[in-house]
């Protein structure tokens, strides 16, 4: 068998197993429970995302930075302006619904 297919099992039976897991929690308990415990466990769970992005980012940082490197400066350039120009416009411009709000 060919080594470069083990993360892909890998990552296939962990998502089976978690598939199970979560079917056997969410069968077991009656909804009102479940979202007491969702409740307690949705902080813990976006900690768990959030880390397992910055190891992903570290992780991949050499293609991130190759990837950096081949876009040109121009293209850089204009998404950054128009990231600045979206910050101006979500800091200074009210959504049209909100007139109500200020009253």
């Known amino acids: 068998m060919n ?3 083990i993360p892909y099992i ?6 089976l197993a978690g598939g199970i ?8 308990y009656p909804s009102w429970s479940l979202q007491e ?3 307690v466990y949705s902080p813990l769970f976006l ?9 992903a980012i ?5 293609h991130f930075v190759s990837l950096w490197k ?5 293209v850089l350039a204009t998404v950054g302006v128009i990231m600045i120009i979206g ?4 800091v200074f411009c009210r959504p049209a619904g909100s007139q109500n709000l200020l009253r």
Do not use: D, M
């Open 3 to 5: 080594k470069g297919y």
């Open 10 to 15: 890998l990552s296939g039976l962990l998502f």
């Open 21 to 28: 897991v979560l079917y056997n929690w969410l069968t077991s």
């Open 37 to 39: 415990q969702l409740q």
């Open 47 to 55: 900690e768990i995302i959030f880390l397992l992005i910055v190891i």
């Open 58 to 62: 570290g992780l991949n940082s050499r």
């Open 70 to 74: 081949t876009i040109p400066k121009k």
């Open 87 to 90: 910050a101006i416009l979500v």
